[in-house]
């Protein structure tokens, strides 16, 4: 294997950066540059100079890990050197000349997952963690790369193979087989495998969300204060805002945490019967996002009528069994007698549950708020102990797992051979192992790992 290289840190102005060597040559490439090489020993970091054919380069801190002991499993030196990037870049390009090659993103991960330091499940923690914008997110990650989700699969395997040496104890001695009990029996262990699947692929319902955040948009006639209810949302003047109606042409997009929870929302043109042909293609764009997001929210004022415009476009959202919240905005302006024969009509056309707010006086959004987090999420979110996936890889292995016990169990109530239904138990198992990342193809984990950044 080739002794790779890449910087780990980030390439800005900083106090530090790191440049990282895992290979076989490591060691000796450092030995060319560092003037205090002799003092180098595993797990141990040496200050001193790094020098290049006689000329001084910087002052640096070379750590040493010796294979096995080592993120990768292979012999890791990192320099540690001063923050900057034309220094970085320098040091990086006479490691390159002294025999190292370029990483590409992920390799260092690769080689630790091909060479038993982690599995593919953890691997793919530590992108997650990397990437995670918010607490949630982290902390799911962490108990990934922690092996959480590892302990779960392995439990679920041994589970499987039990499973399987009962259904396989029939195929050896069928001259004491009792196969009306035996078929019960592995009927019930099937479903009981079957239900504790299902548990954990149920989890990504709301571990997507967590991962990539809620898809919202807002919709709703001009001037209701749909720009307003984004900005106040971001918590800055993202979108212009006028009393003019049409004021939204085109689709603003921002993200913006609600607690510990990423909104990807969408602000779109005021829905109306327009002439003006810019306008027109913005209010086409805002009613084909309606298809694109997991939650529309619908903003109607408190001082208006409810117009069939509006009551078309609810039922059309509802048709469409997207998640919906209907809000009432503007309610500063409240007059009882309007907003009576208002609220009364919304009920006529069975808009119940309704939230109203006013942005105007910041009131009814912490509500808002809380309703968005309850319809995607069961519990309060900081106190889930079960294993979480994230993983849209994992939850289609989970599912192919899951189809091929249900096949299993057909095949016990059909009277099957039992060498059918074992295959069937051993494909289950098999797509359960490659989560954690065996029988998995190369093209698979080159797939996962170019998805890393450079350097780790
Ligand atoms: N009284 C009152 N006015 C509001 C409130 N929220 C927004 N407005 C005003 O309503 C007008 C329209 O607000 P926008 O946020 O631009 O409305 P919009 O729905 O994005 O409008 P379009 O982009 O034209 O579709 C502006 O004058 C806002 O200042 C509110 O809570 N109370
Ligand atoms: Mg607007």
């Known amino acids: 294997m080739s002794t790779i290289t890449a910087i780990g840190t980030s390439l800005g102005t900083s106090g530090i950066n790191i440049i990282r060597l895992s290979g076989e040559n490591s060691l000796n490439i450092i030995k060319n540059l560092f003037n205090n090489y002799s003092k180098l020993s595993p797990n141990s970091i040496i200050y001193g100079k790094l020098i290049d054919n006689g000329s001084f380069v910087d002052n640096v801190l070379i750590s040493y890990f010796k294979a096995p002991n080592s993120f990768t499993g292979e012999d890791i030196c990192e320099i540690n050197c001063h923050g900057g990037s034309y220094i970085t870049k320098e040091i990086l390009n006479l490691v390159v000349r002294n025999g190292a090659e370029i990483a590409t993103p992920g390799e260092f991960s690769k080689r630790a997952f091909l060479n038993g330091k982690m599995d593919l499940s953890e691997a793919e923690g530590i992108i997650d963690l990397i990437n995670a914008k918010t607490k949630t997110e982290a902390r799911i990650a962490i108990e990934q790369l922690d092996g959480q989700l590892f302990k779960k699969i392995v439990s679920l395997r041994e589970k499987l193979i039990e499973i399987l040496a009962q259904v396989e104890v029939s195929i ?126 619908y903003i109607l004022n408190a001082d208006d009528n409810l117009s069939k415009e509006d009551i078309d476009m609810i039922s059309k959202i509802k048709n469409k069994g997207i998640k919906y919240i209907v809000v009432i905005n503007k309610m500063d302006k409240y007059i009882k007698s309007i907003f009576d024969t208002f609220t009364l009509k919304l009920s006529e056309n069975n808009i119940n549950d309704t939230i109203n707010i006013s942005v105007y006086e910041n009131k009814g959004i912490d509500e808002l708020k809380r309703k968005i987090i309850s319809m995607f999420f069961d519990d309060n979110l900081n106190s889930v102990n079960e294993v979480m996936i994230v993983n849209e890889r994992h939850k289609k292995l989970l599912e192919k797992s899951i189809e091929y016990l249900k096949n299993a169990k057909k095949d016990v109530i059909n009277d099957m051979p039992v060498d059918i239904i074992s295959i069937q138990i051993k494909e289950s198992a098999k797509k359960l192992g490659e989560i954690i990342g065996n029988d998995v193809s190369q093209d698979i984990v080159d797939k996962i790992f170019t998805k890393f950044c450079l350097g780790k």
């Open 172 to 297: 050896d001695y069928p001259e004491y087989d009792n196969v009306e009990v035996d078929n019960i029996h592995v009927l019930n262990l099937l479903e009981l495998e079957i239900f504790e699947i299902t548990k954990l692929l149920d989890s990504y319902e709301e571990g997507k969300y967590i991962k990539n955040g809620i898809n919202v948009a807002i919709l709703g006639r001009p001037n209701v204060g749909k720009s307003s209810l984004l900005n106040n949302l971001a918590k800055y003047e993202r979108v212009i805002v006028t009393d003019i109606a049409g004021t939204t042409r085109d689709i603003v997009e921002e993200t913006v945490n609600i607690g510990d929870i990423i909104l990807n929302i969408s602000d779109t043109a005021g829905i109306r019967d327009t002439e003006d042909i810019i306008e027109k293609i913005g209010v086409s764009k805002s009613i084909k996002k309606i298809d694109e997001v997991d939650l529309v929210i």
